[in-house]
């Protein structure tokens, strides 16, 4: 029998498991097309009673499977009107197991690795079971918790996003917590760390605010800083980028006083880091500088791989299962002919992209099934040619209508990653911002971002065959295999699922060209 994994709350995600293969890993924000969609929660409230039906029912006509052997689940039950609902027993199971949530983090990270022995660091806003979490994979088959800390550094990251001008203002903390995180990340390398103020970015983060109790710990924070939190002035220029620069280099502090002696006692040791944390690129990169070893973050590091890391639980698997492009097919995909039809598409051929990546297009793709995480990774991206003046300003000006300061990844061939960057590892989910070389900063400006780093991404031909090559022949008419890679989206919107959804971010902003599987759609046809 099949096995299904069910996880509810923000980034809600099922994932379905058959004689040991994962199947697929669908997020249910994709199926919705609204960012971050929970299933428990009020993200989704019209259509709850019939979306759970509606993916059984696509996971039959796709895949045949219609009962389960056990049903894993976490945060699966919501109070309406005063009634409790476990939407867990929609799915017809003959066992039901609630699980942990940093448990399942840690067996996700495990299990898209080939480690045999690691150590786990699992942090984020909390679950069932902690907000900061430490294990000892003693092998594939047992994943023991050594320490527990009741820090949650996932909240006073993100609070500071409610206050600093530059981040488009969520109105309500449920929706924020889930976005700021992101844009504090690229705002803080326009600052400088106010050595004055760490001490108390450092005590606010150890004091563990949360939604009860943050005001109360800012307004103390602002009497030692002198920093005014006002959401009604909020705050901009120099001091909101300073601002954002101290609190980052506190979360950085704050995690090393907690982990070090963990990972101290593990010398030599593999590291895994997983939760929604586990996205700050910038102290991933400064965990490899730091200790020395392996590093590794999976793909779906957040609570959207908690489905997956579930059902790999489940499974044990001897060798690392990769969920790289596990996620949801394209919705559409029947309807691929009608659409190449209507908007007279053509064969893709290498030579043509690349033609119009020299003159600067802005080039949608969507190829295959979704990359399971928030990352694309080639599969559902937009590619721009990096060596193009202000290419960044143009893409998010006629596109993705981001906040300015925001930058975009490059990806490249992972033969090549030390040929641009300071960097000599494997970068295949965009989990490290090393350093631009000096001497391809300007040729590259578009990915490199105000320090000099960028969030690159490596591929290799095993993994990607068709952005290999890509790569490959893009080098011979540019003199660099690198490109820009964002995700296929706009704003406020999760990586999109269908054709139609391609078309109609085609047809209604200024990207130049589409690619739909092996075809090319050049003009906008109504």
């Given amino acids: 029998m099949a096995n299904i994994a069910f996880y509810g709350s923000h980034n809600a995600a099922i994932a379905v498991e058959q004689n040991g293969k994962v199947l697929t890993v669908i997020e249910v924000e994709r199926f919705l097309s609204q960012k971050n969609a929970g299933y428990s929660q009020y993200l989704i409230s019209y259509t709850r009673p019939y ?108 609070i500071f996003g409610q206050y600093l001008k530059d981040i488009k203002y969520e109105p309500g903390l449920n929706i924020g917590n889930l976005v700021y995180s992101g844009k504090l990340m690229g705002l803080c390398s326009y600052g400088k760390i106010n050595e004055k103020w760490l001490p108390h970015f450092m005590k606010f ?40 620069a101290t609190s980052q280099e506190a979360f950085e502090q704050v995690f090393f006083q907690h982990a070090d002696p963990f ?110 995480g928030p990352r694309a990774l080639g599969n559902r991206s937009i590619l721009c040619n990096p060596g193009m003046l202000k290419m960044k300003e143009v893409l998010n000006e006629k596109v993705k209508n981001r906040e300015w300061y925001r930058p975009f990844a490059p990806v490249c061939r992972l033969e090549d990653v030390n040929k641009y960057f300071n960097f000599k590892d494997e970068s295949r989910f965009m989990s490290f911002c090393p350093t631009v070389k000096a001497k391809w900063r300007k040729k590259l400006s578009s990915i490199t971002h105000v320090d000099n780093t960028a969030r690159v991404q490596t591929v290799t031909k095993e993994q990607n065959e068709w952005l290999y090559n890509l790569l490959t022949e893009f080098e011979k008419l540019s003199g660099f295999g690198v490109l820009l890679n964002t995700s296929f989206n706009v704003n406020k919107k999760p990586i999109l699922s269908s054709y139609a959804e391609a078309i109609e971010v085609f047809k209604n902003t200024r990207m130049d060209k589409l690619i739909l599987e092996d075809y090319y759609i050049k003009w906008k046809h109504v």
Avoid: W
């Fill in 263 to 372: 990972v101290k006692k593990y010398p030599k040791l593999p590291i895994i880091v997983v939760g929604g944390c586990a996205l700050n690129i910038i102290l991933n990169s400064k965990l490899k500088s730091r200790y020395k070893r392996e590093i590794f973050v999976p793909p779906n590091p957040n609570d959207c791989g908690l489905a997956s890391g579930m059902i790999l639980d489940h499974i044990k698997p001897k060798k690392a299962i990769d969920l790289t492009y596990s996620g949801t097919e394209v919705l559409d995909k029947d309807r691929l002919m009608y659409y190449i039809e209507q908007q007279r598409g053509i064969e893709l051929k290498y030579s043509d992209l690349c033609d119009d990546l020299m003159k600067g297009h802005i080039i949608g793709c969507v190829r295959g099934t979704s990359e399971h």
């Fill in 51 to 158: 979306l759970l039906k509606y993916i059984l029912d696509y996971i039959y006509r796709v895949y045949g499977i219609k009962n389960y052997d056990t049903c894993y689940y976490q945060n699966t039950d919501t109070i309406e009107d005063g009634v409790k609902t476990h939407y867990e027993k929609l799915i017809p199971a003959k066992n039901y197991i609630n699980c942990l949530h940093h448990y399942s983090h840690a067996a996700s990270g495990l299990y898209q690795t080939d480690y045999n022995e690691a150590i786990i660091i699992s942090f984020d806003g909390g679950g069932n079971d902690g907000f900061f979490n430490m294990y000892h994979a003693k092998n594939r088959n047992t994943i023991e918790c050594i320490t527990k800390h009741t820090l949650d550094l996932g909240f006073p990251y993100m």
């Fill in 205 to 244: 983060y150890n004091e563990k605010p949360d939604g009860n109790n943050y005001k109360d710990l800012l307004k103390d924070l602002s009497k030692n800083t002198g920093i005014k939190f006002d959401t009604e002035n909020r705050i901009e220029g120099q001091e909101a980028y300073d601002i954002a």
